[in-house]
């Protein structure tokens, strides 16, 4: 750990800021260093960061985990264009309340026929703050107006009730929604088949997050204490322990270091792209994995399915490649780090404005209905039953490495 570092965790605690100290502590970059924590440090507490003296270096460190290398059908890698989108909507973008953005959903939104949607709206939070803490950023978009950051949802909790009145809104409406949260909807198929778990992806996930003996930690929130009674699990069944956490190990009790290295069946599909791949489902509790959201998330997501305001949502690609009619809105997975332009900062509202931003962009083009067939997901014919069990990232149609 650098001198500079130190010194900005020491003045935090000096000044009562323990929390925000200690995520910064803990933080590590994707290649388990600290490499870049100045960075990270001022896109998320810009106040401080002056204040302290920590310079900003864009696009140090850590970087976009996936590979921007496009496949021509010929199966030729060429370089993808650098993303250069306009960064106003990050700039302009404006802060509003719960009801306040729903009174301006229900005074602006309407059925746009040219376009597939007409709401868009994404979250984004972080697994290594407390539920409650702010840590959740979520971004609404309306075409034509600013892109609204949503200020009072602040947790977990919060953001589940948040889906159910955005649902109950656009049911006054015929505006269509394409919304989503920041962690995976699915999970390995190599581990699914070692859990001996059979059927839909529904099924699969009731199985994994609400039937199994550690699935009440999931329901509850409690992704260490699920991740810890899963290893447990699988080790009095004479199999290898799966969670790990570099930075909570002694905490949850799990193990530092993964425990199945080099197996690739660590990864989903999609995953499975050019040379380096975001953090497997089975890290949890550091900076940047996103396996103790997904514990804690795909329980609330399927709640919000079996909700009656979720029988109007079509769950994409799970409940095929090809959306219905019969659906109104659709929820997807987007990776931020895939389509966050190269000169904005990281950061969870940052994160969330890049989803919302890229959809209207796409759709605006007449782009986005494209990504939402079996021949945009590369080899479907023959990869329809995983895909159908661990999901993909939407605009995402390279074949993986």
Known sequence: MSKKKKNTIRRLREDGHTGIADQLESWLSCKGNNWGWDSWFASEFPKLAIKYDVAQRHNRGAGPIVSKTKHTNKGEATEAPVNHRNASAYDNHENKSTDDALDFIANQASRNTQRQFDVYCFADYRGDRNDGTGGIAVALGIPDHPI?????????????????????????????????QDHQYGVPAGLLNELGIRGSWRKAME????????????????????????????????????FYSHTKSEIYG???????????????????LGNRRPFPFARVGDNGSVGGQSIVGIPKIMALLESEEGQSVFAWPFDGPDLSDSKQ?????????????????????????????????????GQLRNHFSSEAIPDYETKEEIVNLEGWYLGVTEPPA
């Open 329 to 365: 809105h659709v929820l997807v997975e987007v990776y931020p780090s895939l389509i966050r332009p190269d000169s904005v900062p990281q950061s969870d509202v940052n994160d969330a404005i890049a989803c919302v931003e890229w959809c209207m962009e796409k759709d605006a083009e």
């Open 254 to 272: 799990i193990p530092q270091i993964s425990p199945r290295r080099d197996d690739p069946d660590a990864y989903r599909l999609v995953e499975r």
């Open 207 to 242: 199985a994994v997050f609400c039937e199994k003996r550690f699935g009440n930690h999931a329901e509850r929130g409690e992704a260490g204490r699920f991740a810890a009674a899963f290893n447990r699990v699988l080790v009095e069944e004479g199999k290898t322990k799966y």
């Open 148 to 180: 609204i950051h949503i200020e009072d949802v602040c947790s977990r909790r919060d953001l589940s009730e948040f889906w159910l009145k955005l649902l109950s809104q656009l049911k006054h409406t015929e505006a269509k929604l394409i919304f989503g």
